[in-house]
Every structure is written in structure tokens, then in C-alpha cells.
């Protein structure tokens, strides 16, 4: 007979079905007080927001540091990426992979133009627009993300002094306005489908592209550019929590509360090449190498100016491998630097000295005008400029040390003993030219002088006539 117990438990003497039953619900109980809230509970750990510095220009290392870093956060399922731009443009290339690589993160992106004079120029206005949320500390500015050379033409620069007829310049001309107006087209059509993936402002990304349009940060949210404007990186991340956007097409939700700054560090050879692929770098790199091997062919032996030389035109040669560069320009700078070395052999009263500073400065701010691939230049008031001085300070100075040692009275050579002070050694007799003898430096001459000296006597040497001295009594004190 079975009996049943108050709980409902099976009693009787159906042992094998109990025993089964009995230790599976024991098990069940364990676990399931395991998961029960015993004592006290720990907190889920706080989000992490990957920060990554782009303060320099848009290349390869910096593209590489970038996407490496939003690479690293969707590893680390992080919270956001937050990116502090401060950048004059860069490369299209890298620009392109950077934005790729936003557009399909699986983690939010935040761009925050920082700190208070920096600026999000042509390709940083393109990186802004690409974010899910863009920033801008008050004081920085947005746009002139225009292609087109600062000398025309989009296809690298030729001067109207290239060879050939008019026609032949005619056609030259319009061959790179075409290139001009592709490239145009292209970053128009290429930033408006970004500003229509991120819900910016079409029209002004537009604008900014084709006429060059540069706002500040508070023209830029007045008019749907970016999202805020914040004082910080705290006050920033205050203000977007909470805040709805889209991460890979779908409805994502910013959970940024407690979250930790993590610091994204460039590695060494992203440094080092980040170092090498600044424009102004390169240029200091060609005038090392151009002094310091000319240093030493002219003064062979002297080492530390040729090994100088040889270091910068190795880091030269890799700077060219990455930056693309006009050849018309680069030409010009030899040029300049040819004229300034020619100064020094060919008597041109300054003519050739000048022509070497004005094409210096014009062929280095040509060298990297390559406008359809990059909108890199050189610095010319921050760097060109006071190259220029520097050499112009060094021409004066090897003048004014030339011009004193013309004036300066001759001390080498048989001229510069006159005026020296000797003994006479054997008597010199008037008439008797060429039979006294005088020791001076350490040397016996033999003179001539207007009246009888007796040997003993101080002479002053007054001409030297070939292998004899005229000398004359000298001036006691």
C-alpha cells in the first residue's frame, strides 16, 4: 500500500524511485541557493572608455594607432572610444581607412576637438563628422576641408614657366582643373554620405569641402555639426550618458556612468613613424643631410658633420617612401640649396643668395602640395621661415668674418713680418747691403739698412725685398 506524508513525498516502499528522487532534488537545492543574493552583492564592474590622442597630421602610423585602438575596445567590449582631435589634415588614404573603421565599429566612437585652439581641419572635419557623437571644447574651430592646391591645380603644381608654348601650358591647365574638379566631386559625394550616416548637417559638409568653409565650435552646433560643445573630457561624458545612437545600424543606448578612462598609447614604431611622416620634419631633414655632407666633403675627416648628414638622408629616404611629395618643388629646394652653396665660390654681391632663399622658400611650400592625395604642408612661418633666417644669419656671419680677415693686418707669410722686432747678430754696415745678419722667429736673415747698427742691436723690419729685410733701428720704449 502507498502512503504519502504530509508534504507529498512518496513513502512507500518503492525504494528505487526514491532513491533517484531524493539526492536530484538535494542537487537542485544546492544550486539553486548558490544563485541566491547570500550576504552582500558585488557591484558589475564599471564600463571602460578607450582614449585615443590624435594631436598631428592624418598618415599611416596615426591611422594604424587609431583603428588599432577601436580594434582593442571591441575586444575589451568597452563602452565608447573617445578620440581627442587636434590635427591640420592628412593623407586621403588614411583618412578613408580611419572612417571605415568608425562607421563599423561595434563600439560608439565620441570625437572631441580639444583642447582650446586645436582644430579638426579638412581631414579632422571628416573624422568629426564620422563619430556617433561629436565634441568641441569652446575656442577650437571645424572645416576648410577644400582639396584644390593654395597654386592651382589638383594634380601637383607647374609653375606657368614650365616649358612649351601657351597652347601646350592651355592644355596642361586644364588637364589638372579636371583632376581638380574629380577630386572635388569625390570628397563632396564622400563627406555627405557621411553627415547622412551620422545625421549632420549635409549642406555645410558640403560647403566645407567645395569653398573651404571653417566654423568655430559654437557656429558648428548652431548649425547641426556637431552635438556639444563640453569644457572637458568629465563634463562630456556627463553630458552624452544616456544618450541614444546608432551602432552598426541598430538603436544603441550610451551607458557611460562610472565608467574608466583607459589610454591608449601609440606603440614605438607608430611614434617613430609618426615622427617621420611630419612634412616639417622632412624638410629639417633635407637641410641637415644637404650641411652636414657638404660639411664634410669640404673638410674631409671631420665625421660628426657627415654622420649627421647620412642619419637625416636615412630618415629622409623613409620620410619620401610615406609622403608623397611634388617633384617640382623638391627641385626647387635643391635649387635654393645649390644658389646658397654657389655664394660662397662665385663673387654675385648677394644675387645668388637671394635667388637661393626665394626658391627655398617657394619649392618647400610646394614640396608636398599634392592636394589629390594629401592636404599635408609645410609650415611656412613655423618652419621654412626660420630655416631661412637661420642660413641668412649664417651667410652674414661667414661675410662679416671674411670682411674682417681682408681689413685685418697680414700675420702669416713673408709680408706679415713686417713691422716685427729682431736682434741683429752680425753688424750691418751702410753700403754693405746683404753681408748683416738679423734673427727674428727663430730664423737669420740677411739685411740691409740706411745706416751702420752695430750686432746687439733691436731692428724693426720696414720691407722684405726677396731673401732680404730692409730693418731700421727700433723705437726704444
Do not use: C
Not at 557621411?194 to 545625421?199: G, L, Y
Amino acid at each position: 500500500m502507498t502512503d504519502f506524508n504530509p508534504l507529498g513525498f512518496r513513502t512507500s516502499s518503492d525504494g528505487p524511485m526514491r532513491r533517484r528522487f531524493v539526492p536530484s532534488l538535494l542537487i537542485a537545492l544546492v544550486i539553486g541557493l548558490a544563485f541566491l543574493p547570500w550576504g552582500t552583492a558585488q557591484a558589475a564592474n564599471p564600463g571602460q572608455i578607450f582614449v585615443v590622442t590624435i594631436d598631428g597630421s592624418i598618415n599611416p602610423a596615426s591611422a594604424d594607432y587609431l583603428i588599432g585602438a577601436i580594434g582593442q575596445a571591441e575586444k575589451a567590449n568597452a563602452a565608447a572610444v573617445l578620440i581627442e582631435l587636434d590635427t591640420p589634415g592628412g593623407l586621403v588614404s588614411s583618412t578613408q581607412d580611419i572612417i571605415q573603421a568608425m562607421l563599423n565599429s561595434s563600439v560608439p566612437t565620441i570625437v572631441f576637438v580639444t583642447p582650446r585652439g586645436a582644430t579638426a581641419t579638412s581631414a579632422g572635419t571628416f573624422i568629426t563628422l564620422a563619430s556617433n557623437v561629436a565634441a568641441m571644447m569652446p575656442g577650437t574651430s571645424i572645416g576648410a576641408a577644400h582639396p584644390v592646391s593654395a597654386f592651382g591645380g589638383g594634380g601637383g603644381s607647374t609653375p606657368s614657366s614650365a616649358p612649351g608654348d601657351k597652347d601646350e601650358q592651355a592644355a596642361q591647365r586644364a588637364a589638372q582643373d579636371v583632376v581638380a574638379q574629380k577630386m572635388e566631386n569625390y570628397l563632396a559625394a564622400y563627406v555627405e554620405s557621411i553627415a547622412q550616416q551620422r545625421n549632420r548637417n549635409v549642406e555645410w559638409a558640403r560647403e566645407a569641402v567645395l569653398n573651404s568653409v571653417a566654423v568655430t565650435a559654437e557656429e558648428a552646433l548652431e548649425l547641426g555639426v556637431i552635438d556639444l560643445i563640453a569644457e572637458g573630457r568629465s563634463e562630456l561624458i556627463a553630458a552624452i550618458d544616456g544618450q541614444e545612437t546608432s551602432v552598426e545600424g541598430e538603436a544603441f543606448t550610451l551607458n557611460l556612468a562610472g565608467s574608466e578612462f583607459v589610454v591608449v598609447e601609440k606603440t614605438l614604431l607608430q611614434a617613430i613613424f609618426d615622427f617621420l611622416t611630419d612634412p616639417n620634419m622632412a624638410i629639417i631633414f633635407l637641410v641637415l643631410a644637404a650641411a652636414g655632407i657638404y660639411m664634410e666633403v669640404q673638410n674631409p675627416g671631420m665625421i660628426l658633420p657627415g654622420s649627421v648628414g647620412l642619419v637625416a638622408l636615412v630618415l629622409l629616404a623613409f620620410s619620401m617612401q610615406i609622403l608623397p611629395f611634388s617633384w617640382v618643388g623638391m627641385m626647387l629646394v635643391l635649387l635654393g640649396l645649390g644658389l646658397l652653396v654657389a655664394e660662397l665660390f662665385i663673387v654675385s654681391f648677394g644675387a645668388l643668395f637671394v635667388a637661393g632663399i626665394i626658391s627655398f622658400l617657394v619649392g618647400g611650400t610646394m614640396v608636398f602640395d599634392r592636394p589629390e592625395v594629401s592636404d599635408l604642408t609645410v609650415s611656412f612661418w613655423e618652419v621654412l621661415v626660420p630655416i631661412a633666417a637661420a642660413i641668412t644669419v649664417l651667410g652674414a656671419f661667414i661675410v662679416y668674418t671674411l670682411g674682417r680677415s681682408f681689413m685685418s693686418e697680414q700675420t702669416a707669410g713673408v709680408e706679415g713680418m713686417i713691422g716685427q722686432v729682431g736682434k741683429v747678430e752680425t753688424a750691418i754696415e751702410p753700403g754693405n747691403f746683404g753681408r748683416g745678419k738679423v734673427s727674428i722667429r727663430g730664423e737669420y736673415w740677411n739685411s740691409k739698412a740706411e745706416e751702420a747698427i752695430p750686432a746687439g742691436e733691436a731692428v724693426e723690419i720696414v720691407s722684405v725685398e726677396g731673401l732680404v729685410l730692409h730693418v731700421r733701428r727700433a723705437k726704444r720704449a
